[in-house]
């Protein structure tokens, strides 16, 4: 049985044991195209878990061996059974804050987005979701990255912000993706005052899937009075990122913006997969923590997804 986070990476997973033949194979019966990611199977109590590491200078770290990791579920430790690094088409949705407080950033932005898009491959598939008192779907999921460059340059600085309601949005329309490599680039300048969700809702919906939250945060700091749209937007972007195992990207300026884009995309080309068997296999249902650590950190950064829900009765 398929074990909470191995959905995001599962297609991953089936090439690097079909090159393995001393681990049991991991299967996965034939998806239709209308089929979401809870219709997957896997013949496995595989836990896999994407992982990202970076030098200090925000580099991706290639070439480590499974003996480099140590994975923990609880207190814990977990033998690595199978380590994995291959770019792998993917998912994206694009999450872009269009608020009033955005005026005056949005040109940078939309070249964040661009800057991203230059990492496409060409089985990617992308959507965009527009927000500010509201979220839309701007853009469904297309293969063409100019669709989205496209429908950004009518994009205007309006109204309050709903950044929750977005990547609620965004996360359910990521259910109907065709890759199982799943993720979101939100691009914002702080925290939320429309919603309809709340924190506490959304931090669920973000630990039950399968998808990496990567957020660019755009602050204004410094000033004596932080604009009301901020106020506690770094630590809501930080904690959306973090629990999915993704990362939060923290820019001053608006200039910045396109060489934090241009990391993510990289990162996420380069992130490695783990798996493990738990040794607790009690289908409690309960959601199970994990860590990850290298041998030697050597002022590496790990990012992991930090846990996955085990399945019930």
């Avoid at 009518?154 to 993720?183: E, H, I, Q």
């Avoid at 005052?193 to 204004?220: A, K, L």
Wanted: net charge negative; hydrophobic share 40%.
């Amino acid at each position: 049985m398929l074990i909470g986070v191995a959905t995001l990476l599962t297609g991953w997973a089936v090439q690097a044991a079909d090159r393995d033949n001393d681990e049991p194979r991991v299967s996965i019966e034939p998806r239709a195209s209308a089929r979401t990611s809870s219709d997957i199977r896997v013949d496995s109590n595989l836990v896999l878990i994407p992982v990202s590491v970076t030098d200090p200078k925000n580099r991706p770290v290639t070439g480590l061996a499974p003996d480099e990791f140590r994975i923990f579920e609880g207190k814990a430790e977990q033998k690595v059974l199978r380590l994995s690094c291959e770019d792998a088409p993917i998912s994206v949705g694009i999450v872009f804050d269009a608020s009033g407080s955005m005026s005056g950033k949005l040109a940078k932005a939309r070249e964040a987005v661009i800057e991203f898009l230059k990492s496409a491959n060409p089985d990617d598939e992308f959507f965009l979701v527009n927000f500010s008192r509201t979220a839309e779907l701007a853009v469904p999921f297309t293969g063409n990255p100019g669709d989205i460059q496209m429908r950004l340059m009518y994009a205007t600085s309006k109204g309050r912000t709903a950044l929750l309601d977005a990547v609620s949005l965004a996360l359910g329309y990521m259910k109907g993706a065709s890759n199982p490599r799943r993720a979101l680039l939100v691009i914002s300048d702080g925290g939320d005052n429309h919603s309809r969700h709340n924190e506490t809702e959304i931090r669920r919906m973000v630990q039950e899937s399968d998808v990496s939250i990567y957020t660019i945060g755009i602050y204004t700091r410094g000033t004596p009075i932080m604009p009301e749209e901020e106020r506690g937007g770094e630590k809501l972007l930080t904690d959306i990122a973090e629990e999915s195992g993704g990362r939060e990207f923290a820019v001053d300026k608006a200039g910045d913006l396109p060489g934090a884009a241009a990391a993510i995309g990289l990162e996420l080309r380069n992130q490695y997969l783990l798996a493990y068997r738990p040794a607790n296999t009690e289908p409690d249902g309960k959601y199970r923590r994990v860590q990850v650590k290298l041998v030697d950190q050597r002022g590496m950064r790990v990012s992991w997804r930090p846990g996955y829900y085990a399945p019930g009765q």
